[in-house]
C-alpha cells in the first residue's frame, strides 16, 4: 500500500468514527445497505443456511461479498475471526481485505484468503498432527527447480530427460492422478525409507517423482498440492482439530466458484459441516479452469447437494455500457451447454464496439496504437487503457508499435516478479535468517561471493550425507576445518546468527534492508551496476511494507514468507500511467475503463489447441470473460495473414458469432475472406472430439456426394456416424461419415 493509500485509510476510519457518534450506528447501516441493489440486499442479509449467487459478470459479486462480511460484523455482531472467505488469487484475496478493511474500520479481517493461504493457516497451527514443524516451507517452482537440480546432478539425469518445466508439470500428475495417496508417504514414511524408495527407483518419472518427494520430506516443504492434501489428511484423521476448525469458522463465503475444483469442493465441505452456513458466488459464464481440473457441476448442482439451499440471480450489471453488453450477451449466447441468462444494463452510453480487420499484423498493431493516442488526447490516462489476448506471444509486433509510437505500457508476466533472481535472493537471505534450510543455504551461501565454491560444497554435501544434519549446520561445525580458510565463512555465519537472534524484535522491512545491506549484496549489484535489479528490490521493499501495513500487529516473518511463497505474477500491481498489457487468464475478476482484445483469429483464439466441444465452448466463455472487463469502450481487432505453422489466419469464430448489429466496422474483412472463414469453421469443428453429426437421410435415399457424385444410401450405421452408400459410378458401396456434407439429390 502506498502512503497515500494508507493515509486515505486513517482518515476513513475516523470519518466512520464521526459520522457514528453525530448520526448513530442505524445511519452506517443504511449507508451501507443503500449501495446495494434488491438482489444484492437479499444476498447480503441471508445470512443463515446454504445460498448460492448465481450471477453474472459485472453484476456486483465482490460488492455483494464484502458487504456481507460488513453486514455480518457489523449489524449481527459477529467476530471477523469466525469468518471465512475465499478468493481466487490472492489479488483478489488482498483487495477484498482493502474493501472490508473500509467497510468494518476493524484491523482484524478474519480469514480472507486464497484455498491454498487458508490451508498454511490451518497447518501453522496443527501441522503437528502430521508431525511436521509449525515453520514447514511453503514451495514456489524455483524451490522445486532447486529440488530437481539436486536430483538431476544425484542421478545422471539430464534436461534431455526431462526440462524442469515438463518434470513440474508431471510432478503435479503424478500427484493428482496416478499415486493421489502420495502425501502418505510424506506423513506415514521416514527419510530414510523415503530415500530408499528414491534409490531404488529406475524409471524417469520415478526418479523424479520420489527424489522431489524425499527432498520436500527433508525440509519439510509443501507445495500448492500439499497444502490441501495435509489438511484434508489432518481433518480426517483427527476429529478434535476438526471439530476446532468448523466450530471456529461460523460463516464461509467463497468467491469464483465456477472454477472450483474437486479437493477444494471436499475441503469447504468438511469446514462447513457444523454450522452449516455456506454462501457461494459464481457465474457458470466465466469457468475458464476447467483444464486445471475446475468443475462447473459443483456450482449448478449446489442445490442438490446441500439442503434448502436459497438461491439469488443477480443479472443487473454496472460495469458495462448496453453496446458491450450487447456483445457479450449475443457472443455467450452461442455457446449450448449453458445456463440461458443476459446481463441487464444499468449504464448509459453512445459508444459503439469497434471492430478492425488488418491485412497485416503491423496494420492492426497500429490501429490500436492509433485508438490509443485518440483516446490519450482526450485526456484518458495510460493506465485506464487495456490490451488483452489470449497468448503471450501475440504481443512482439505490438510492443514495437508501441514503442515507436512512445506509448509508455507495461507486460503483466514475462518474469514473474516474485521469481526474478535478485528477489528470490533477498528473500533467500530473510529464510535463511528464519529456517535455514538447505534450499536458501544453497542459494545465497555464495552470492555475494564468498569464495565457497565448487570443492568446498562437494564436502560439505559429503558432511550433510554422513552426518544428517543441515548444510547450515554442516558449515558451522566444519568452519574451522582447513578447507575454509580463506573463505568469509565464518562471517557469513555470524551474519545469519545474529539476524536469527533479533528478527523477531524487529519490522521485516528494517530487517530485509539490514540484511541486503550487511550481506553485501546490494552493494555486489551496485557495483555491477545492475540498476534494474536495484530498482527490483526497491519495489520489493515496498511491498514488504505494504504488506506490515495491511497486516498490523501480525506481520512477522515467519507469515510474510509464507504469503509470499503462494504470489504469482498478477498479483502485483503496476500503478504507474501506463497502458496495461494481459493475457485474458490474467484480467479475471478484474475491469477496466477501456479494453482493447487483440489477434482475435482462428487458431490463437480461439486457442489452436482447443481439441473437442467442451473445449470450444470454455474459450468462448474465456472471450466472453475478456470482453465483459471493459467498462466504457470495447475495441476487438484481428488481421489477415499466416500464422506460425503457414495456415492461412482466418477472423475468429467469436467476432461472427456477434450479431453483427452489434459492431461497427472500422475496416471490414473482404467478403471472400468471410465466406472462407465460414468455411474453415465448418470443416475444423468436425474435428473436435464430442461433435455430433446428424444423420438427415433414411434408407433409400437418393444423394449427392461432391466427388463421388449421385448415390443411393443403402444403410444407415449409427454406432459409426456413417452411411452406407452406393455410387453410380462405383461398382462397391462404401461406407461414408455423417462429418461429410451430402446433397439430397
Ligand atoms: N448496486 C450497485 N450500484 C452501483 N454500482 C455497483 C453496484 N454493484 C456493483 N457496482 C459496480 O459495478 C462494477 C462491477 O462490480 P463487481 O466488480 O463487484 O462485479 P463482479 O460481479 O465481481 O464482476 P466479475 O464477475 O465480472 O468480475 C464495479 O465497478 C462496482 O463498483
Request: proline share 2%; glycine share 4%.
Amino acid at each position: 500500500m502506498t502512503f497515500d493509500r494508507a493515509l486515505s485509510f486513517c482518515c476513513h476510519f475516523v470519518i466512520i468514527g464521526l459520522i457514528e457518534h453525530i448520526y448513530g450506528r442505524n445511519f452506517i447501516l443504511d449507508q451501507l445497505l443503500c449501495q446495494l441493489n434488491q438482489k444484492q440486499l437479499e444476498a447480503v442479509t441471508s445470512t443463515e443456511g446454504f445460498i448460492r449467487v448465481i450471477a453474472g459478470a459485472g453484476s456486483g459479486k465482490t460488492r455483494a461479498l464484502s458487504h456481507r462480511f460488513a453486514f455480518l460484523v457489523n449489524e449481527i455482531g459477529i467476530l471477523p475471526g469466525n469468518i471465512l472467505c475465499v478468493t481466487f488469487t490472492n489479488k483478489a484475496a488482498n483487495e477484498m481485505r482493502h474493501r472490508i478493511h473500509n467497510l468494518i474500520a476493524d484491523n482484524d479481517t478474519g480469514y480472507i484468503n486464497t484455498f491454498h493461504g487458508f490451508c498454511v493457516s490451518i497447518l501453522q497451527e496443527d501441522s503437528h498432527a502430521v508431525q511436521y514443524p509449525k515453520n514447514f516451507l511453503v514451495l514456489d517452482n524455483q524451490d522445486i527447480d532447486s529440488m530437481l537440480k539436486i536430483i538431476y546432478e544425484e542421478r545422471g539425469l539430464t534436461l534431455r530427460h526431462k526440462t524442469f518445466s515438463k518434470a513440474r508439470d508431471m510432478i503435479e500428475m503424478y500427484k493428482l492422478e496416478r499415486y493421489p495417496n502420495y502425501y502418505l508417504d510424506l506423513i506415514t514414511m521416514s527419510l530414510d525409507t523415503l530415500r530408499q524408495k528414491y534409490l531404488r527407483a529406475t524409471d524417469v518419472n520415478d526418479i523424479i517423482f520420489y527424489g522431489y518427494l524425499y527432498q520436500e520430506k527433508k525440509c519439510f516443504g509443501l507445495d500448492y498440492n500439499d497444502l490441501l492434501k495435509f489438511s484434508l489428511y489432518i481433518f480426517e484423521k483427527n476429529k478434535e482439530i476438526r471439530l476446532k476448525w468448523q466450530k471456529r469458522l461460523e460463516y464461509i463465503m467463497i468467491d469464483e466458484f465456477q472454477d472450483i475444483d474437486k479437493i477444494q469442493y471436499q475441503l469447504m465441505k468438511v469446514l462447513c459441516g457444523y454450522h452449516k452456513n455456506l454462501f457461494i458466488v459464481g457465474d457458470p459464464d466465466q469457468t475458464i479452469y476447467s483444464w486445471r481440473g475446475a468443475d462447473i457441476n459443483y456450482l449448478l448442482n449446489f442445490d442438490k447437494a446441500f439442503p434448502d439451499v436459497k438461491t439469488i440471480m443477480m443479472n443487473e450489471n454496472y460495469r458495462s455500457t448496453p453496446q458491450i453488453l450487447s456483445v457479450c450477451n449475443s457472443l455467450i449466447d452461442k455457446n449450448k451447454n449453458r445456463m440461458k441468462k443476459d446481463l441487464l444494463p444499468m449504464c448509459h452510453s453512445k459508444n459503439s464496439v469497434l471492430y478492425y480487420h488488418g491485412d497485416t499484423s503491423e496494420e492492426e498493431s497500429d490501429w490500436i496504437a492509433d485508438q490509443i493516442i485518440k483516446l490519450h488526447k482526450k485526456d484518458i490516462s495510460y493506465k485506464d487503457i487495456t490490451i488483452l489476448y489470449r497468448a503471450h506471444y501475440v504481443t512482439r509486433t505490438l510492443e514495437e508499435t508501441l514503442l515507436k509510437k512512445k506509448i509508455p505500457y507495461s507486460i503483466y508476466s514475462g518474469i514473474q516478479f516474485f521469481e526474478r533472481m535478485e528477489v528470490k535472493d533477498a528473500l533467500s537471505y530473510l529464510r535463511m535468517i528464519t529456517y535455514k534450510d538447505d534450499l536458501s543455504f544453497l542459494r545465497i551461501v555464495n552470492v555475494p561471493k564468498r569464495n565457497i565454491g565448487k570443492k568446498r560444497m562437494e564436502f560439505l554435501q559429503a558432511y550433510v550425507n554422513a552426518h544428517h544434519c543441515s548444510f547450515y549446520e554442516a558449515l558451522k561445525e566444519c568452519v574451522e576445518d582447513p578447507i575454509f580458510k580463506g573463505t568469509d565463512a565464518k562471517d557469513f555465519i555470524s551474519l545469519i546468527d545474529a539476524f536469527s537472534v533479533t528478527y523477531e524484535q524487529r519490522t521485516i522491512s528494517e530487517v530485509l534492508s539490514d540484511i541486503l545491506d550487511r550481506s553485501g549484496y546490494e552493494e555486489m549489484l551496485r557495483t555491477t551496476g545492475n540498476q534494474e535489479r536495484l530498482d527490483n528490490l526497491a519495489e520489493l521493499k515496498q511491498a514488504v511494507y505494504d504488506y506490515e501495513i495491511s497486516c498490523g500487529e501480525e506481520a512477522l516473518l515467519p507469515d510474510y514468507l509464507d504469503h509470499v511463497a503462494l504470489f504469482t505474477n498478477s498479483d502485483v500491481t503496476d500503478d504507474s500511467d501506463k497502458v496495461k498489457l494481459m493475457t485474458v487468464h490474467a484480467a479475471k475478476g478484474l475491469e477496466f475503463p477501456h479494453v482493447f482484445l487483440c489477434a482475435l483469429n482462428e487458431g490463437i483464439f480461439p486457442s489452436k489447441k482447443t481439441s473437442t466441444i467442451e473445449g470450444m465452448e470454455e474459450e468462448r466463455r474465456l472471450a466472453f470473460v475478456a470482453m465483459s472487463r471493459a467498462m466504457k469502450s470495447l475495441f476487438l481487432s484481428e488481421s489477415h495473414g499466416k500464422n506460425f505453422d503457414g495456415s492461412t489466419r482466418y477472423p475468429s469464430r467469436f467476432i461472427l458469432d456477434i450479431d453483427q448489429k452489434f459492431l461497427e466496422y472500422v475496416k471490414k474483412p473482404e467478403d471472400t475472406l468471410i465466406a472462407e472463414t465460414k468455411n474453415y469453421i465448418h470443416y475444423s469443428n468436425r474435428y473436435l472430439d464430442g461433435y455430433v453429426a446428424e444423420q438427415t437421410f433414411q434408407v433409400g435415399d437418393k444423394i449427392i456426394h461432391n466427388v463421388f457424385g449421385q448415390g443411393r444410401i443403402k444403410s444407415i450405421l449409427s454406432d459409426r456416424n456413417a452411411y452406407m452408400i452406393k455410387f453410380e459410378q462405383i461398382e462397391t458401396p462404401r461406407i461414408i461419415s455423417f462429418r461429410v456434407p451430402i446433397k439430397r439429390a
